[in-house]
């Protein structure tokens, strides 16, 4: 196994993979703001599995922060992401400095893309610049790594509609996969800002899991009625201590629209503040294990 080659400019990863497809390689694209952990890993083994070479981008993209987000303290580890990233067969990693990726400033970029539709809801109700910043970033990605398959997860499902619809209205020739939540023993959805957690806080947090597959067994059981679904999701997070509810929705899993009528196509989301973490999550209501127990909170 050639040891992973790291690359920090535009006109070098293309070059690279400019090569590699030419000599009949396939691509595999892995973008993340790094901080790796099993979620991410398990992106790379996918593209691992199913591409030639596997490049993996690191850049913490300050364009999706909100000025009163973590963007400053967003938690980094190049060393340990190197190792990881190369275990999980990544063969060219990509970080960019901001100067390569802003040329001009964070703040002049004056391009911009968006897909207001999808947007609009969810995440976009609490963080309205955040998707074009999103957008921006995975065309600029896109534009720089040319044709191949990209892996975006499922934990993010919002932006994994997003981008598939982004990628097919403007015709980049990219393919985009999606791949499951990989979670905790206890179910909290992996996530680099779990880190922000305290103990108490870290202990509570499987509640807004717990929380989507209670909506999703009411709903296996016969409850159609939405907003039922709705109230009694959000009754179990707002009995946990800690946790600061922002949303929960039941959806359309392709238009993301919300539901009135809930049925086993619907996907279930949810939004939690936990101190300076704000976890989100999702349920295909097909996806979750028609019988067995829901652990519920113990307090
Ligand atoms: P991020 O570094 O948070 O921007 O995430 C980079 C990519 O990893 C995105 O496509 C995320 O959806 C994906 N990802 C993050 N956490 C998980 C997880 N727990 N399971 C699966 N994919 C994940």
Redesign the pocket.
Known sequence: MPAMEHVSTIAGLRERLDAARSAGATVGL??????L????L??ARAAAEQCDVVVMTIFVNPLQFAPDEDLATYPRDPEGDAAKAEGAGVDVLFVPELTEMYPHGRDAVLTGVAVPELSSVMEGVSRRTHFGGVCTVVAKLFNIVGACTA??????YQ??AIVRRMASDLSFPVDVVG?????EPDGL????RNVYLSDEERAVAPVLQRALRLGAAAIRSGTTNADEVRTLMRGEIQAAPLGELDYVEVADPDTLAPLSVASRDARLFGAVRFGRARLIDNVGVADVAPSGPIPLLDT
């Open positions: 892995v973008p993340t703001m790094g901080y952990h099993d979620g991410h398990s992106l892996y975006f997860g499922e934990k993010d932006q994994l791949c499951p939540i990989v979670r959805a992996m996530s680099s």
